[in-house]
């Protein structure tokens, strides 16, 4: 089965940095495009980064750009978020997305159980 795990969140400081990793399984991770999503209390889920499945193309919030990087290993089924110059604005739960076609045609959004960041001094 389809299983995104997400890890690495935590309390930082305003302009630190902290990494997110998700883990996927259960479904083929290169030919999928991935998604990095966040939602902080009372507010939508907001996209933050997207990468291709080949991990040759990215794009962000412009929010977040310049600031967040995405990546992604194949080798081991992992896409990452790099999180630089963390603003308490940024607060907020991390999801890692993957979206994938099944034999009845349907698309589905699949998501992870999601990490916390926490910036505060």
């Known amino acids: 089965q389809v299983q995104l795990v997400e890890s690495g969140g935590g309390l930082v400081q305003p302009g630190g940095s902290l990494r997110l990793s998700c883990a996927a399984s259960g479904f083929p991770f290169s030919r999928h495009g991935m998604w990095w999503y966040r939602q902080a209390p009372g507010k939508e889920r907001e996209l933050v980064a997207?990468?291709?499945?080949?991990?040759?193309?990215?794009n962000y919030a412009d929010s977040m750009k310049g600031r967040f990087t995405i990546s992604r290993d194949n080798a081991k089924n992992t896409v990452y978020l790099q999180m630089n110059s963390l603003k308490p604005e940024d607060t907020a739960v991390y999801y890692c997305?993957?979206?994938?076609?099944?034999?009845?045609?349907?698309?589905?959004?699949?998501w992870g159980q999601g990490t916390q960041v926490t910036v505060s001094s």
């Open positions: 997207v990468i291709s499945s080949a991990g040759g193309s990215t």
């Open positions: 997305k993957a979206a994938i076609t099944g034999i009845d045609f349907m698309t589905r959004d699949y």
